[in-house]
């Protein structure tokens, strides 16, 4: 079989069978296309460990981040063992591939008091009643809220969320369900959304929307929205040019286990499968411990 011809069943696979989250396809698609450019159109048994060790250098010299080839290796492994499991190959040349070590960056954090001022300076331009400036509070309240990821923000529908209970039903990575908690903040946001600004936006559009966020024409709000919302909106706090809605997710992360939150209990908001995931948010903490005592001791 044709290399790219069992890339493309592999995708399928991906997406049908383990249910991966579109991004995630999108990533291993991408990074099997480029594989499948750079060995050439052969059979996939003629792809061998020397062709992918070439891959990844040539990915090298165009710069690729070092997280992008880890990733790419990763995509590499995943889909050889697969073949192999399909009886495509008999042996896996993907077995000693050596993936580069990830370099460890810590996520954008804003303080807490450039969130309360962020939020306080949008609710306040919600109260002129204006429908985008009512929804863009309530999303921005629920993503620091609930630390839930864009795309969940994006998926909700009115029936997810229990505004009495103050939590919201999300369908997170690997279509794994979970019910998630918001403050008393977020709620108020979204009631006001809800009642003043969502009516205006659906009376927009010919189609009813079970969607919680709704763009200026009714129809639901996408990510490429909420992340211009998010950048424009916190930009300003943080001090870096593209900062996106992941970093309200940190913010949260790291705003829990600093006010004493369990590891657990805060991997489980989050939705992350593995543990070692939301560890990085203890160095995030730990660094911010660190500078607040070298500023309050006299001693430091």
Excluded: N
């Excluded at 060790?53 to 050889?80: H, K, N, P």
């Excluded at 810590?106 to 962020?118: C, F, G």
């Excluded at 996106?244 to 949260?252: K, M, Q, V």
Aim: proline share 5%; net charge positive; charged share 25%.
């Amino acid at each position: 079989m044709q290399f790219a011809d069992a890339a493309d069943e592999f995708v399928v696979h991906l997406a049908q069978v383990r249910r991966l989250s579109p991004a995630t396809v999108r990533a291993y698609r991408s990074d099997l296309a480029d594989l499948a450019a750079s060995a050439g159109p052969v059979d996939i048994g003629a792809v061998d460990l020397e062709s992918l060790r070439d891959w990844l250098w040539r990915a090298t010299q165009r710069g690729d981040a070092r997280s992008t080839l880890a990733r790419r290796t990763s995509a590499a492994r995943a889909f050889f063992a697969w073949a192999q499991e399909q009886g495509l190959i008999d042996h896996d040349p993907s077995l000693r591939l050596v993936a580069p070590k990830r370099g460890r960056t810590l996520p954008t954090v804003a303080s807490r008091d450039a969130m309360t001022e962020l939020l306080d300076d949008r609710r306040t331009a919600a109260l002129g009643g204006d429908p985008i400036a009512l929804r863009d509070h309530a999303l921005l309240e629920l993503l620091y809220g609930s630390g839930i990821r864009v795309s969940e923000l994006c998926g909700l529908d009115i029936d997810d969320l229990e505004q009495e209970r103050r939590t919201a039903r999300v369908m997170g990575k690997g279509s794994k369900e979970r019910v998630v908690p918001y403050g008393v903040p977020a709620r108020d946001a979204i009631a006001a959304y809800l009642v003043r600004g969502r009516p205006v936006l659906t009376a927009r559009s010919e189609r009813a929307s079970a969607a919680v966020f709704l763009g200026p024409r009714g129809g639901r709000t996408g990510p490429r929205a909420v992340y211009a919302v998010v950048a424009a909106a916190l930009a300003p706090y943080v001090g870096a040019e593209t900062v996106g809605p992941h970093a309200l997710r940190h913010s949260a992360a790291t705003h829990l286990l600093d006010g004493g939150a369990d590891l657990r209990a805060v991997q489980e908001i989050l939705g992350h499968a593995s543990l070692g995931t939301t560890q990085i948010y203890t160095h995030v903490s730990a660094e911010r411990l660190t500078a607040t005592y070298r500023l309050a001791h006299p001693r430091a």
